[in-house]
């Protein structure tokens, strides 16, 4: 199936000269949503994780079913100040500014491995970001996973070392 006719280009979005990439149209449609989870499952299936951790908010949208037609743990990271227990942060730098990510503490333990799941990498430093804070709480990384890769935006550099595995590359 080819899943790049279930994502939509939206030319000038959300700024002009940004090439917004819509994946609602694939999560719309049964068979592809269907199929996007089945896949992201079969390229993980061999790394026996214990967890799924996802990045809010799109990376809940394919974490927490791949979490289920696994039968693993799903771990939300969220912004900052949505988490209700204790948690710790990482931070990422955008364009102009920054961003931060949480993850309650006991979310994860040594000797867990997890999968991270988002659905595009760009300039990967939200991903980073996430990485640190499952590695901080003692968990092994196995593998990163997006729906879409933005290739010009060279986001697999930032995450050097790490499995990255993308279903659709621009």
Known sequence: MDLKKHIFDIPDFPSPGIIFRDITPLLQNRETFSYTVDLLAEKIKDLNPTHVVAIESRGFMFGAPLAYKLGLGFVPVRKEGKLPRESISA?????YGSNTLEIHTDALKPGDKVVIVDDVLATGGTMKATVELCEKL????????????????????????????SLVQY
């Open 91 to 95: 931070s990422y730098d955008l364009e």
């Open 138 to 165: 003692g968990a092994k990384v196995e593998a990163l996973l997006f729906v879409i890769e933005l290739l010009a935006l060279e986001g697999r550099e930032k995450l050097a070392g790490k499995k990255v595995i």
